[in-house]
């Protein structure tokens, strides 16, 4: 698995690992994909997987977490503004709270993984009806399409490190357009 061959490069060369996972629990069906830390070695822990609400609840959510094994959690407790109690978002962290124990968090990811994954289903069959090829998510806001010379949306050249692979792509969100505007805004790339 690549997980565990990132983790050991990291061991290896001695470097830390920070996992961006903020779509984890956007998913349109059971991944059974678990944080990357969870496969860390706890005498040796090197990743730090970092969540964000602003993905699951929306974009003012200025809260996030780090998952990672207590020897990296530690050190993170020294830095000023958490060890103060002056963080900026600690009104925002309180409502949060609430939200996840009275259980609303939890019907609310079920809710939005529902209707992105039928977004996600709709806009696939519309790239794939204008006759172009689609990698269809499991979850998350995007999907990518392989270019046969109209562009929308980002270029996929802006993900990737190596700039030459992937500019004949397109990263298309579907997370908050209308499905009208889903299927006109595909139609744009009927050739």
Request: aromatic share 12%; proline share 3%; hydrophobic share 40%.
């Given at each position: 698995e690549k997980r565990a061959k990132l983790i050991e490069m990291a061991k290896k060369y001695d470097f830390f690992v920070a996992s961006d996972e903020a779509y984890q629990l956007l998913n349109f069906e059971p991944s059974g994909v678990k944080p990357m830390f969870y496969h860390d070695d706890p005498e040796n822990p090197k990743v730090f997987s970092i969540g964000t609400f602003s993905k699951l609840i929306g974009p003012g959510t200025k809260v996030g977490w780090v998952h990672a094994h207590e020897k990296l959690l530690k050190p993170l407790t020294s830095?000023?503004?958490?060890?103060?109690?002056?963080?900026?978002?600690?009104?925002?962290?309180?409502?949060?709270?609430?939200?996840?124990?009275?259980g609303a968090l939890a019907k609310h990811i079920e809710m939005v993984s529902k209707d992105l994954g039928e977004r996600a289903k709709l806009i696939c069959k519309k790239i794939r009806d204008v006759g172009l090829?689609?990698?269809?998510?499991?979850?998350?806001?995007?999907?990518?399409?392989?270019?046969?010379?109209?562009?929308?949306?980002?270029?996929?050249?802006?993900?990737?490190?190596?700039?030459?692979?992937?500019?004949?792509?397109?990263?298309?969100?579907?997370?908050?357009?209308?499905?009208?505007?889903?299927?006109?805004?595909i139609e744009y790339l009927r050739q």
């Open positions: 830095i000023g503004w958490i060890d103060s109690g002056n963080n900026p978002v600690i009104f925002s962290s309180m409502n949060l709270l609430h939200f996840m124990e009275s090829e689609v990698r269809e998510p499991k979850g998350g806001y995007f999907v990518w399409v392989q270019s046969k010379g109209k562009m929308t949306g980002r270029s996929g050249e802006a993900m990737a490190i190596n700039k030459d692979k992937f500019q004949d792509f397109m990263r298309l969100c579907f997370c908050w357009l209308t499905r009208a505007q889903l299927e006109e805004g």
